[in-house]
Structures are given as C-alpha cells and as structure tokens.
C-alpha cells in the first residue's frame, strides 16, 4: 500500500472510488451547484503591502490568482493558475518591498514540491526559478536573495540526512549554502529581514518544541550568531530602535515579548497576558499583537516602549490571518463562519480596504465541556436562528500549536442551511490556549486530545443528536484515534488526508520531521504510548464502527496516502462500513477550485448520509 506505482494499488483506487460513488449515488451531483454558488465567491487567502500596493493571493471559482491593488485603487492580476496549466496549484507569494519583483511558489496537483517563479512586476518576464520546496525569500537587491531551502529525500550539501533545511544565497543563476551548516535533521530554519535596518532576524526552531533566535548584519552571513537560546517555542518580531523584539513561550506559556540590546541586555518588554500571543508585527507607530481569547481574535496596539494604547474588537467571533508589516502600514486579514474577509489597513487609524460578508440568519453559540480529566474544553456551535434539528459534524484538530478558529468554509453553508449544526472545538495540542496546553496534547500526552474531544461528541450525543466527527491531517489522527476508541457515540467519521500509522509515520516523507510532536517510534518508550492510540494498530474485531469516509489524494508529498489507504482496508477486514475516496490531482496542501467543489461535493453527501439529511 506504501508503493504508490504499484498497478494493483492504483487498480485499488479506481475500484475504492467506483464504490463510493455507487453509494453516494446522485446525491453529489445535487450539492455540487451549491457549493459551486460559495466558492464562486472571491476568497483571500493572503496579503501583502509594499510600495505600490497591496499584494493578494484570491482564490475564485476557477482559479488561484495573484493581484495587484494599486494605491490608486486599480486592480491587476499578475499571474492566474490557470496560466500555469491544468491542474496546477499557486501556494503562496512573497513580495519585495519596493513592489519591483515577486516570487510565486505553484505545484502540479497540490503537492507540496513544486516551483518557485521570480518575475518583474513591470515587464513580468521570469528573472529566476528554483525547484523543491522553498521558503524564507528575502531580497538583498532585484537580481540577489537569500532563501531557504527544504531537504525532504536527499541530503544536504553538508552530509545530513533529511528532513533539513539550510540557508542559500543566489545571484544570477548561481548560488551558495551559506547557513545551517551541521544542523541535525528536523531543525526548521526562518529568516527575515528587518524593515527599520539591516539586521537579520533568524529562528532554528526543532519541531515545534525549541527555538534559538539569531541575528547579523543581513549582509554578513558570517555576522548572524546566537543572540536568544529558548527550550521552548521562540520567533524573532524585529529589530527597531537598537534592540530585537522576540516573542517567546515560557513561564505560563502564554507569550510575552522581550527586547534584547545589541549589548546583550534582556529586558522584558511586553509582558505575559492571560490570553495567548499568536503573532506580532511594527509599524513605525504602533507594535500590534494579535491574541486569542477564547479562540477569537483581538488586537492590542502598544506604542514603540510596549505601552499599551488601545485594543481591537471584531464581531462576530472570528480571526485575525496574514497580520504583515512593511514597515509604514501593517495590513490583515480577518474572516468568520458567514464572513469570507475583511481586509484592513492600519497606519494611523484601521481601515477598510476591501470586504465581502454574507447577509445570513445564523448565530454562533459558545461553551464548555469537562474532559476526562477535569479540563475545560471550549467550542464554537453554529447553526441558524431557531433550528430544530439535532444533526451535528464536530470538527477537531489537536496539535502542532495550530490554534482552530472561526472560518468561511462553502462546504459548511449548506449544511448549516438544511438546518445543520457545525461545532468546531479547541483541543489541547493547539495553541488556543498557550504553550502549556500544547505540552498537553503533544508526544505521551496525545489521548488528552482524543478524550477533549470525545468529551464534545458525547456532550452532544447525550442531547440526542446524531454525530459526525470530522478531522484532517493531524485532525484525521485524531477522527481515526475517536473511531476506534469510542465507535459506539459516532454516527459517522470523515478522515481527511490523515496521519493513521504511528508505527511507521516517520519513515513515510516527511514524517521524520513530527517526531518532535508525535514521538519517535524507533525509541521503545515511545513506541509504548504510540502503539496504544495508533488508529491502524487498535482496529479490533467484534466491534461495530460507525460509517466511515478516508479521503486522501494521490499528490499528498506531505502525509502518504498508505495511511488512509492501510486503514480502510484493516476495517474493512473487520466488517466496518467504510469508503475510500482518492483523489488524483490533489495534495496536503490543496487543490485547483474545480477538484475542491468536487471532493467537497462528495464530503458533503456522505456526511447527509450519515446525518440523515434530505
């Protein structure tokens, strides 16, 4: 199932997708418009300013595209998926400051390995490309950058095995590893460039458990030495006013921001809040942070000597995404369950600059359950005003200090019309709630999440609705850990894209680079604790599994397709009523619109199955 050339498994793909289809019947084909009328809708998915205006990554009904909104209010789009090819995928974009160049990473079916395309905004002719999964661009002048490079089969030039990362320098066509030299695998190298000065500003991160923050002249990479040592999660914010700014995780776990002098002088700067720090971004006025309370987001604007000056509300519930500075104007974005996007500008005053909210009958509840252990978990219940029925999908994640927050999503909108309930929970593992509930969910303390979890499905069941759990990625983890723990409080399970053998997940891609989340499974103690909530290793017989979708997709470099596809056949070994759905021209990281609505469509139709929906 591991060998995905292999004829008799992509004869199994074919013949998996055929059965899903004869079960869903029609049923796809009727939803499909509905969602279609959703991602019809323009969708931002990331912002950036510089000189000339503001740089965005929308998605529309057809395409990924990356446009220009001039100062002067015009609009542009620089480069469409479409123009790459059929099937292929736009990631992400950086900008250069001055707005003269901009590079675009894009795949073939969303995979996560892909190219990276430099073009002049003035006469878009491509200046440069790379290969392979790149990161962390940061511009010396129009024609010389750094960037980071990402090792994911082969080896570094220095001899490490992968997963590793090393710094580059490139000039006009040739380049040199420059940083990183040594650095064992699983190390994640970021590097920035400050916008009041020269300096660099560098994290070496292990996973997602330690962090030591460097910094130089940018133009000196033999000046970039260690100024902050952190055993806990730590990000370089800038450097301004001859000191950096440095958000680190200890004490309560909760982030404050320390200033660190040229001299080496550490000083508190803005203190720990009882509310998580997400990120932080300068002006030359303000210092903006973006917390959560309760998963929702606020901002508090301090002065440049981190004096606190006021503090930004939205309504209803939502989130705070792409919060960036060039160094005049900080621009984000902020979205909820029936708001797509609002995008503003902040220099003096916050500012509109472009929205798209829906007009729709619907409120969003709030509230607590008690884990097994005595925790408070909190979640978010959306439904429309006065609906009756007791229908829910319960949607969950759980690590990697990924915090799990309102969002649009045009697969959820008909449910919630057909009189749906959608519940997203806030499971120990996120950052929802500070380092400190990360540690809780993370390595030998994993069950923590699926009993957070389980606690929200039988608060729920207890009510007497019908349940359908829904996760991907680690959230598919966490569904399958849910689904053969505790099948008998489940209508319904949908595993998307999931992590299912935690025997042999590091040996699968990249997998190597969670065992600072999950594990190693090659340690005996740490097999112990995987071999006990491992999805794949805990399907019994004589048990009664509720309905079941995996889906996964053929171009996922990220989380091998032999989980979903391992696990479903084990099932399917005992009698559970499970389905497989694969898809061919998708990754982790995404897909063209026309393959989402599709998938999405079929998502949709399973979960009406399973929650009796008409």
């Known amino acids: ?54 740089f965005m990554l929308e998605r529309d009904r ?37 707005g003269d160049v901009i590079a675009y990473s ?84 970021s590097l920035a460039k400050s916008n009041f000065s020269d300096k660099a500003l560098i994290s070496i991160s292990y996973g997602w458990k330690e962090s030591n923050i460097y910094g130089g002249d940018i133009h000196d990479p033999d000046s970039w030495s260690l100024i902050y040592e952190s055993n806990v999660p730590a990000y370089p914010v800038e450097y301004i006013n001859n000191r950096y700014l440095i958000t680190v995780y200890d004490r309560e776990g909760y982030g404050r921001i320390i200033s660190r002098s040229d001299s080496g002088d550490i000083k508190d700067f803005i203190p720990e809040w009882n509310y998580p ?57 902020y979205e909820s369950f ?41 979640y978010f219940e959306v439904k429309k005003r006065n609906a009756t029925e007791k229908k829910a999908l319960i949607y969950g994640y ?60 039988e608060h729920y069941k207890n009510q007497g609705y019908l349940t359908v759990a829904m996760g991907r990625s680690n959230g598919g983890l966490l569904v399958g850990a849910t689904v053969t723990q505790r099948p008998e409080i489940l209508d319904g399970a949908i595993i998307g894209y999931p992590v299912l053998d935690m025997l042999r997940y590091h040996k699968l891609y990249i997998g190597a680079a969670w065992i600072p989340e999950y594990g190693n499974p090659d340690d005996p103690k740490d097999r112990e604790f995987l071999l006990k909530y491992s999805p794949y290793h805990n399907i019994k017989e ?11 997709g053929l171009y996922d470099d990220r989380v091998h397709p032999a989980h979903a596809f391992k696990f479903v056949m084990k099932l399917r070994n005992v009698g559970a009523p499970v389905y ?9 990281a995404g897909a063209t619109p026309e393959v989402k609505i599709r998938e999405n469509a079929d998502i949709l139709a399973f979960l009406y199955k399973a929650l009796k929906i008409t």
């Open 338 to 378: 029936w708001i797509p996007y609002r995008l503003y500008s902040l220099i003096d005053e916050p500012r509109i600059i472009d929205k798209l909210e829906l007009e729709k009958n619907y409120i969003v509840n709030e509230g607590f359950v008690e884990s097994k252990d005595g925790a408070k978990i909190h």
């Open 106 to 189: 894009y795949s073939y079916g969303g995979a996560d390995v892909g190219k990276i395309r430099f073009i002049d905004i003035e006469t878009r002719e491509i200046i440069d490309e790379l290969e392979g999964s790149i990161w962390s661009i940061v511009w010396l002048n129009k024609d010389k950058y750094y960037y980071v490079r990402f090792y994911r089969e082969d080896k570094t030039p220095d001899g490490v095995n992968p997963p590793a990362s090393r710094v580059f320098i490139r000039e006009n066509g040739s380049e040199e590893m420059i940083f990183g030299e040594g650095l064992k695998p699983a190390y994640f190298i």
């Open 542 to 552: 004589n048990k009664k599994y509720p309905l079941t979708l995996v889906y996964t």
């Open 580 to 588: 497989l759905r694969t898809e061919t021209t998708s990754g982790h």
């Open 277 to 333: 720090l997400q990120s932080a971004a300068v002006t030359t006025r303000y210092i903006i942070v973006h917390y959560l309370v309760d998963a929702s987001s606020i901002l508090k604007l301090f002065n440049l000597d981190g004096e606190l000056i006021r503090e930004l509300k939205f309504n209803p519930p939502g989130s705070i995404r792409s919060l960036v500075s060039n160094g005049e104007e900080a621009v984000f974005k």
């Open 398 to 457: 759980g690590g990697f200090r990924i915090s799990i927050t309102p969002s649009f999503s045009p697969m959820i909108i008909p449910l919630i019309e057909d009189g749906g309930t959608y519940i997203v929970t806030n499971l120990r593992g996120g950052l929802e709630y500070g380092e400190k509930w990360h540690i809780a969910g993370m390595r030998e303390n994993k069950q923590n999440v699926f009993d957070d979890f389980i606690s929200v499905i």
């Open 1 to 54: 199932m591991e060998n995905l050339k292999d004829r008799i498994v992509l004869k199994l793909v074919e013949i998996e997708n055929k059965r899903l289809r004869d079960f869903l019947g029609d049923l796809p084909s009727k939803l499909y418009q509905r969602i279609e009328d959703y991602y019809k809708l323009k969708q931002i998915l990331g912002i950036q300013p510089t000189k000339i205006g503001y």
């Open 62 to 98: 057809k395409s990924r595209n990356i446009v220009l909104l001039r100062r002067d209010g015009s609009r542009e789009t620089i480069i469409s998926s479409l123009d790459l090819g059929k099937d292929y995928f736009l990631q992400y974009f950086i900008a250069q400051n001055e």
